[in-house]
């Protein structure tokens, strides 16, 4: 079964509309981190926020917002007011705390924004 | 700081030749990953290394992949010999406990077989 899960594959958006990008992902452990990460046309792949399992307070950076939803075992991504610098693929990823640092990445979600 | 480094960044081989790949993690981070992106498979993890150890090789495809870090600041990730589905980019990435396991990725070496 797969640890984590980005059904949408591929999202187009005409720019200035808001996007969410969704993410659900699957342990047993009590303690995990949850990532996303941004890969652009040129191919880097780059580290955007990690969030700790004990830590479920929402975040916001600029226009980019988490919401982190144990309940659900949802860590969703939105991008208001989207930009074309936007377009990427995104992915979402999770680390249990007692796999040794082995990470668990989605198959991503390629994000086009339209101008 | 410096980031995770990979060299070269592009290189084009014809089948059969040797490919080695070569990354720098960054100082003081105890773990080392590589990755190979492709269309088809998308990320997949090849191997790690912690603390310059081996720990988990089985997602290395074959016997011609063979990656080694002979000491904290660098690894190598050989493909001899080289076939065309070899074709990916190649990623190493770097980690530490302390950090909260955030992976930091190396900027891809893009490898291309003929």
């Known amino acids: 079964a797969q640890k984590v899960t980005q059904a949408q594959t591929e999202i187009s958006v005409v720019e200035k509309e808001d996007v969410t990008l969704d993410c659900v992902y699957e342990?047993?452990?009590?303690?995990?981190?949850l990532f996303w990460y941004k890969q652009p046309p040129s191919g880097e792949l780059v580290f955007l926020i990690r969030?700790?399992?004990?830590?479920?307070q929402n975040e916001i950076s600029g226009r980019y917002s988490w919401n982190f939803q144990k309940s659900t075992s949802s860590f969703n991504f939105t991008i208001t007011a989207s930009q074309v610098v936007d377009s990427a693929v995104y992915f979402c990823?999770?680390?249990?705390?007692?796999?040794?640092?082995?990470?668990?990445f989605g198959t991503g979600t390629s994000l086009t924004v339209i101008p | 700081d410096a980031g995770v480094i990979q060299s070269p960044r592009h290189e084009v081989t014809e089948m059969g030749q040797e490919v080695t790949l070569r990354c720098k993690p960054i100082?003081?981070?105890?773990?080392l990953f590589w990755y190979r992106q492709t269309m088809m498979r998308g990320l997949e993890l090849l191997i790690y290394?912690?603390?310059?150890?081996?720990?988990?090789d089985s997602g290395m495809p074959e016997d011609r992949f063979s990656a080694k870090m002979p000491n904290a600041s660098f690894s190598t990730l050989k493909i001899q010999p080289s076939e065309p589905r070899d074709s990916a980019v190649y990623f190493c990435?770097?980690?530490?406990?302390?950090?909260?396991?955030?992976?930091?990725f190396g900027e891809g070496s893009w490898l291309t077989v003929v």
């Open positions: 290394f912690n603390n310059n150890v081996p720990i988990d």
């Open positions: 969030r700790n399992s004990f830590d479920e």
């Open positions: 990435a770097s980690s530490s406990r302390t950090e909260g396991n955030t992976i930091y």
């Open positions: 342990t047993r452990d009590t303690t995990y981190y």
């Open positions: 990823a999770l680390s249990e705390d007692n796999t040794g640092n082995q990470f668990y």
């Open positions: 100082s003081g981070h105890d773990y």
